[in-house]
C-alpha cells in the first residue's frame, strides 16, 4: 500500500507559477512511476505529466508541454510539478498517482492521493 500526499496548490494569477509536491510512503518509491493528473469541475480527469523510475523519462500532455516540468527525488521519496506560464484553464484539483508498470503511463494508476487545488485567475 502506497499513501500520496499532494502539497503545493493555492491561488496564483495567470502567468505565475506554482509546485506541487507528492510525498509517497512508501520504502520502494523508486520502483514506481509516478503521474500527476487534474479534474477541473465539469470535466473529465485528464493525464498531465508522469516520469518512469529513475526520472530518465518524462510524458506530458499536449495542453502542458512546455511549461510544465515533473521531476521526482527518490532520496525523499518525493515527486514535483513545476507549472509556469499558468492559464486559467489550468485551474483543476490537481492529483498526483503511482503505479508499477510504464506500460500506458496515462491510465490504471494504482495509489492516488488526495489532491490540491490550483486556481488560477485571469
Known amino acids: 500500500q502506497v499513501q500520496l500526499v499532494e502539497s503545493g496548490g493555492g491561488l496564483v494569477q495567470a502567468g505565475g507559477s506554482l509546485r506541487l509536491s507528492c510525498a509517497a510512503s512508501?520504502?520502494?518509491?523508486?520502483?514506481?512511476?509516478m503521474g500527476w493528473f487534474r479534474k477541473a469541475p465539469g470535466k473529465e480527469r485528464e493525464f498531465v505529466a508522469a516520469?518512469?523510475?529513475?526520472?530518465?523519462?518524462?510524458y506530458y500532455a499536449d495542453s502542458v508541454k512546455g511549461r510544465f516540468t515533473i521531476s521526482r527525488d527518490n532520496a525523499k521519496n518525493t515527486v514535483y510539478l513545476q507549472m509556469n506560464s499558468l492559464k486559467a484553464e489550468d485551474t483543476a484539483v490537481y492529483y498526483c498517482?503511482?503505479?508499477?508498470?510504464?506500460?500506458?503511463?496515462?491510465?490504471?494508476?494504482?495509489?492516488w492521493g488526495q489532491g490540491t487545488q490550483v486556481t488560477v485567475s485571469s
Open positions: 498517482a503511482a503505479k508499477l508498470r510504464i506500460v500506458d503511463v496515462t491510465t490504471r494508476y494504482d495509489y
Open positions: 512508501t520504502r520502494t518509491f523508486n520502483s514506481y512511476v
Open positions: 516520469i518512469s523510475w529513475g526520472g530518465g523519462s518524462t
